[in-house]
T-cell receptor, first 116, second 113 residues
Framework: AQKITQTQPGMFVQEKEAVTLDCTYD???????LFWYKQPSSGEMIFLIY??????QNATEGRYSLNFQKARKSANLVISASQLGDSAMYFC?????????????FGRGTSLIVHP | DVKVTQSSRYLVKRTGEKVFLECVQD?????MFWYRQDPGLGLRLIYF???????EKGDIPEGYSVSREKKERFSLILESASTNQTSMYLC????????????FGPGTRLTVL
């Protein structure tokens, strides 16, 4: 079974609008971390945002926020005020804590296209 | 700034050749990783290393080996390249402990003819 599921292979959004990229995860650990990365067409993976399983507040980094719903095991990425430069692949990843291997597991990614 | 570099951005090899992909990080990170990335499959872990001369198999180690003789350098070796190893290869590193993000290299796009 996949540990990280990204159900949206592709998403389209109008410039300046907000978009939500879905991510659900599967773990029995109490301690884990959730990450989102962006991969532009250049290929390099860029870290965007992190949420720890014990963090009560949703993580935010500029225009990026993570909608963390622990009971539903979801960690959706919200991008506000989309820009053309946000067009990229987005990957959700999880690293499980002491009960796991500390090795990150990645989802299959969502391709986001921002239209002018 | 953390810097992870990979020896080549693009590489073309022939079936049966021995291929070396090199990765170097300059932040004294203990953990280093090799992934391959294929469309629709995301990133799949090939091997990782948490210390010099230590290595662990990931999800898809078949056809690959690794070497870590120095802390900053982690090499991926394709003993006899095959066409199904045509892919994007990404190297990453992190410190040993803590909830730190991975720092990635620019990737090597390998084509095996």
């Amino acid at each position: 079974a996949q540990k990280i599921t990204q159900t949206q292979p592709g998403m389209f959004v109008q410039e300046k609008e907000a978009v939500t990229l879905d991510c659900t995860y599967d773990t029995s650990d109490q301690s884990y971390g959730l990450f989102w990365y962006k991969q532009p067409s250049s290929g390099e993976m860029i870290f965007l945002i992190y949420q720890g399983s014990y963090d009560e507040q949703n993580a935010t980094e500029g225009r990026y926020s993570l909608n963390f719903q622990k009971a539903r095991k979801s960690a959706n990425l919200v991008i506000s005020a989309s820009q053309l430069g946000d067009s990229a692949m987005y990957f959700c990843a999880m690293r499980e804590g002491p009960g796991g291997s500390y090795i990150p597991t990645f989802g299959r990614g969502t391709s986001l296209i921002v239209h002018p | 700034d953390v810097k992870v570099t990979q020896s080549s951005r693009y590489l073309v090899k022939r079936t049966g050749e021995k291929v070396f992909l090199e990765c170097v990080q300059d932040m004294d990170h203990e953990n280093m990783f090799w992934y391959r990335q294929d469309p629709g499959l995301g990133l799949r872990l090939i091997y990782f290393s948490y210390d010099v001369k230590m290595k662990e198999k990931g999800d898809i180690p078949e056809g690959y080996s690794v070497s870590r003789e120095k802390k900053e350098r982690f090499s991926l070796i394709l003993e006899s390249a095959s066409t199904n190893q045509t892919s994007m290869y990404l190297c990453a590193s992190t410190p040993l402990a803590g909830d730190n993000e991975q720092f990635f290299g620019p990737g090597t796009r390998l084509t095996v003819l």
